[in-house]
């Protein structure tokens, strides 16, 4: 059955009966009728009721994009997985798609993070063609100014650059005479960003958008060829700060789903990508190899990270001021112009910089200490980094791939990950809490602080089987919460004084879930996987039906809601009649979700079964 609407006649009907507390959309906050009659092709009048069934209905009406257009009752009607599958598919994903190309450059220009009435685009130096193909911008755009930028630049370089900073450009085809696209996180996220970038890669792959999951690839190694590093995200500010390490596996899905589109050439331009940055990034000495052969997550630069608020750090600064004895603003000023040194509170930035790195931004697991630990979650990567070059070197390049002069085998590289576990058993694994801790190399000690990504060793394949049933039996219970599975657990201290930080309990987040759903299932624990699954889609579905298809950020995974009173807030809570793509990782995980989910459960989350009906 059909309907034939006027899309802004609708619209405002709509919110004029139904939008009781003026948010332009249809929650169970509101309390309006819960019905409405629209009459189909026929002329027909058609009852649709309840606050699900009506915020589908100003969905599909804000969907279109004439002002006059057809919609459809089994769309209206559609049960919850099926609908958020759908649209996920066929309208989110290209939402968040950006490139910088006229039709979406100013959506990634004209951010809130930039500063100043010119428009910075930067270009590597080395990309002539590239450079030349975005010149053009500035003559259709008056406020756009595009400038080359040196590549392996300084440090000092780059705190000049943050003076007039601006997005780094990303890969230009000149075959298509295009920008290479890419797909954003979503919200005020306009850019692309390191390692959501892998996990929103899963769901495109998911999806069957091959030319997009591609492009997400080009994108990743073109940062490493032209900026060294993949980075924080593409914003002159970040050039010093990396993220998690995730490319390989990103190229190694991949390349698994589309082998019969991809030649052996392209991977072999990939693997050398990923060589160089594991050599040239994480396998640097005295930057993010220390010592004892591990690693760490090390964001260079200096003083205050660009990206936050100017009271962010308030807290701290007003110790440092009164132990100058000096008012906060007059402190803070004389810090930020470098008139003022203080070696402790420089420390501190560098640990801020590096948690960030980690994408963790922020824990307190890692405040004041991150550039001094080897962490299990990086190291758990790079185990696997070198695992997947070894897999790549053994099953497509028989056993032999030349690089830089040397010729590497696949033995070469499992040696590195072996090595690299023998240092994590004897350095990380705590037997009487059962879990793997980060390692403290200043002090020499673990700290013992329980967190999801202490579990990272299960999706890496690192430990041992007996590990793996220690670490769910003793560790897990600690950060499961009814939503799902919490960053760090409930029994950390926090900082009464600071802030509550997003990256602890009770907030979770989808990479932690879905490499957590994988890491239980690689150990044979598939009933356990199907729990974690099960009650992070809930949560989902159950936001998606009770908030106008709303897809966040992040969710409290302890009182299952995204309603968050946090730092930073919650990305992609806020928006007009229909959610503006979701965001990028959540879409992500939700299509994982289920595609690993048993059928027998999809109907009782179609229903909001709750996870404690199924799972003691």
Known sequence: MKFIVHKSQLLEQLIKQEDTTGSYTITTEDAGKKEFNIENENGNTIKIEGTYFLSNLL??????????????????QEEPVTRISRVIKDYYWEKLTRSFDDETLLEVLEDEKMQGDVLRLYVPE?????????????????????????????????????????ILALGYSKEKGKSVPF???????NEMYGWDSY?????????????????????????????????????????????????????????????????????????TTAITEYFDVWMTEGIRLTNN??????????????????????????????????????????????LLKDAALDDYFIH?????????????????????LNTVDLNSLLFKFENDIAYFIATHFNDEFTYSGNVYTSANWTERANNRKKSMFELMWNETAGSFFDY?????????????????????????????????KKQLPLILCKGGVASTS??????????????????????HQMLLWEGVSNYGFKEKSQELIYRWLWLIVKTVVNYNGLIPEKFDVNNCTHILDVEYGNVGANFKYVTDGGFGWTNASFKLGIKLLDEKFINKLNTLTSPEELFH
């Open 440 to 472: 403290n190399f200043k002090t020499q000690q673990q700290q013992p602080y329980v967190a999801a990504s202490n579990l990272y060793p299960l999706w890496a394949k690192l430990c041992t089987q007996s590990q793996a049933e220690i670490m769910l």
């Open 59 to 76: 969905q599909e009406v804000a969907l279109l994009k004439t002002e006059t257009g057809i919609i459809e009752l089994h769309h209206i």
């Open 490 to 511: 409930s029994l950390e201290s926090t900082d009464e004084n600071g802030p509550d930080r997003q990256w602890d309990f009770p907030y979770g987040w989808a990479p």
């Open 126 to 166: 080395s990309d002539t063609e590239a450079f030349e193909f975005y010149k053009q911008k500035e003559i259709v755009f008056k406020n756009v100014k595009v400038e080359t930028i040196q590549e392996h630049i300084s440090n000092e370089a780059i705190i000049a650059l943050n003076k007039k900073p601006g």
């Open 293 to 338: 052969g591990l690693n760490r997550y090390f964001g260079e630069g200096t003083g205050v990270p660009n990206e936050t608020e100017p009271e962010h750090f308030d807290a701290i600064f007003e110790a440092f001021a009164k132990k100058h004895h000096m008012t906060l603003s007059e402190f803070k000023q004389k810090y930020k112009n470098g």
């Open 183 to 189: 797909v954003v996180p979503g919200g005020r996220f």
């Open 199 to 271: 996990f929103i890669g899963l769901g495109l792959i998911i999806d069957d958008k091959f030319e997009l999951a591609r492009g997400m690839i080009d994108n990743l190694e073109y940062q490493i060829i032209h900026y060294g590093k993949i980075l924080n995200a593409n914003r002159s500010y970040y050039l010093t700060r990396s993220q998690p390490p995730f490319f390989t596996s990103f190229v190694k899905e991949f390349y698994e789903t589309y082998s019969s589109k991809l030649s052996i050439k392209w991977l072999q331009q990939k693997l």
């Open 352 to 372: 801020d910089r590096s948690m960030r790195e980690s994408g963790h931004d922020t824990t307190n697991r890692l405040d004041n200490c991150s550039a001094n």
